[in-house]
């Protein structure tokens, strides 16, 4: 079975400043799709970024990137110039695809951006 | 415009009630789910539904029933609530494709009392 892990329950950054939120995973499959989730005070699941295992090249969407380690099993997200805004959980997904619909998560990090 | 739509937002009841929450996606998604999110924020999935057929039912007790009319609907009627049964329930959908990207509804939190 699939499992996600995130070591760090909770984080702080200062506003402008960069911080990286750690994931490792566990899995046997060669093909699969990792995702990173923020879940803010008013609970919706909102998805910042997500990265398809065949490809190298790390996925970027504007503040937010990915360090995707394939052979170590770890996809960290990298936020660069922290809002306060982006105070929120955020949770590292995986999913395998073929008959296997589910995301497995990982037990969330809840990141603090302080003024 | 809402893709995923839950109802009720928030639910209060009484152990031993019986509830029902509805969820409705119009992005055409073929795939349909529910998650529970317990009170330390843990996201488990509990059901998943393919074109209104049962893929996934995840050790989740039988007082616990999904009901998919069609493929843009997918219910969850709980019988007997527990105090347990207290978390965040989400509804999500999905379309088959090259990659997964759920598409979540806003949460629906039960409180049982």
């Known amino acids: 079975a699939q499992t996600v892990t995130q070591s760090q329950p909770e984080m702080s950054v200062q506003e402008a400043e960069t911080v990286t939120l750690s994931c490792t995973y566990d899995?046997?499959?060669?093909?699969?799709?990792l995702f990173w989730y923020k879940q803010p005070p008013s609970r919706q699941m909102i998805l910042v970024i997500r990265?398809?295992?065949?490809?190298?090249q790390n996925a970027t969407e504007n503040r937010f990137s990915v360090n995707f380690q394939k052979a170590a099993k770890s996809f960290s997200l990298k936020i660069s110039d922290s809002q306060l805004g982006d105070t929120a959980m955020y949770f590292c997904?995986?999913?395998?695809?073929?008959?296997?619909?589910?995301?497995?998560f990982g037990k969330g990090t809840l990141l603090t951006v302080n003024p | 415009d809402t893709a995923v739509s839950q109802t009720p937002k928030y639910l209060v009841t009484q152990m031993g009630n019986d509830k029902s929450i509805k969820c409705e996606q119009n992005?055409?998604?073929?795939?349909m789910y529910w998650y529970k999110q317990d009170s330390k924020k843990f996201l488990k999935i509990m059901f998943s539904?393919?074109?209104?057929?049962?893929?996934i039912n995840e050790t989740v007790p039988n007082r616990f029933s999904p009901k998919s009319p069609d493929k843009a609907h997918l219910n969850l009627h709980i019988n007997s609530l527990e105090l347990g049964d207290s978390a965040v329930y989400f509804c999500?959908?999905?379309?088959?494709?090259?990659?997964?990207?759920?598409?979540f509804g806003s949460g629906t939190r039960l409180t049982v009392v």
């Open positions: 999500a959908s999905s379309q088959e494709s090259m990659y997964r990207s759920y598409t």
């Open positions: 899995t046997s499959e060669s093909n699969y799709y």
């Open positions: 990265q398809e295992a065949y490809k190298q």
């Open positions: 997904a995986f999913y395998s695809g073929g008959s296997n619909y589910k995301l497995t």
């Open positions: 992005l055409g998604h073929d795939t």
């Open positions: 539904y393919n074109n209104k057929e049962l893929i």
